[in-house]
T-cell receptor, first 112, second 117 residues
Framework: GEDVEQSLFLSVREGDSSVINCTYT??????LYWYKQEPGAGLQLLTY?????DMKQDQRLTVLLNKKDKHLSLRIADTQTGDSAIYFC????????????FGQGTELSVKP | GAVVSQHPSWVICKSGTSVKIECRSL??????MFWYRQFPKQSLMLMAT?????????EQGVEKDKFLINHASLTLSTLTVTSAHPEDSSFYIC?????????????FGNGTRLTVT
């Protein structure tokens, strides 16, 4: 199947860490992405990980990939109110010419 | 990061009219353009893939005669919603990709919000 699944909502307090989870089904995925979408706006690429990596850290963002379980997570350290948005994970399948399969999006709400 | 210019940002049109959306890749040659659609509170779904100089490939359930795609050059692709109806109201987003680098991080335009009245 083509499903990429995420939980729909996450609420955290400012300063806490946020962990957004994603599962995917296709083991041939080459790149896995995290995008951020603020209300009424387009997609902002946050970070990505190649499928042969386990972890990638970029400032406050840490991506963990468990290829065996087909599980991807995005951890945001010291979450701020400006991080409130919808976060999409997506997988890219090279054998399909770069088509991205998106999850449903996780709405992150950061409370002061 | 890649610069993608998409316009208009939003458009309101009457039912039955056509709307053209432009997507420009400003800093690399986009041999491929992906067009996505996002309904409210839903995820992005790929509509079609266009390659410069050839016909677009449409995903299942997307009417090629309704959503006309022109990939006129390596920096410009257009999506025309013909005879728009209220059910076509959606957020349309483009994503260009360069030659052979489909697996590079893919960037998106800021999207066009179409409202058909």
């Amino acid at each position: 199947g083509e499903d990429v699944e995420q939980s729909l909502f996450l609420s955290v307090r400012e300063g806490d860490s946020s962990v957004i989870n994603c599962t995917y089904t296709d083991s041939s995925s080459t790149y896995l992405y995290w995008y951020k979408q603020e209300p009424g706006a387009g997609l902002q690429l946050l970070t990505y990980i190649f499928s042969n990596m386990d972890m990638k850290q970029d400032q406050r963002l840490t991506v963990l990939l468990n290829k065996k379980d087909k599980h991807l997570s995005l951890r945001i350290a010291d979450t701020q109110t400006g991080d409130s948005a919808i976060y999409f994970c997506a997988e890219s399948r090279g054998n399909q010419g770069g088509k991205l399969i998106f999850g449903q999006g996780t709405e992150l709400s950061v409370k002061p | 990061g890649a610069v993608v210019s998409q316009h208009p940002s939003w458009v309101i049109c009457k039912s039955g009219t056509s709307v053209k959306i432009e997507c420009r890749s400003l800093d690399f040659q986009a041999t491929t353009m992906f067009w996505y659609r996002q309904f409210p509170k839903q995820s992005l779904m790929l509509m079609a893939t266009s390659n410069e100089g050839s016909k677009a490939t449409y995903e299942q359930g997307v009417e090629k005669d309704k959503f006309l795609i022109n990939h006129a050059s390596l920096t410009l692709s257009t999506l025309t919603v013909t005879s728009a109806h209220p059910e076509d109201s959606s957020f349309y987003i483009c994503s260009p990709a360069g030659q052979g680098n489909y697996n590079s991080p893919l960037h998106f335009g800021n999207g066009t919000r179409l409202t058909v009245t």
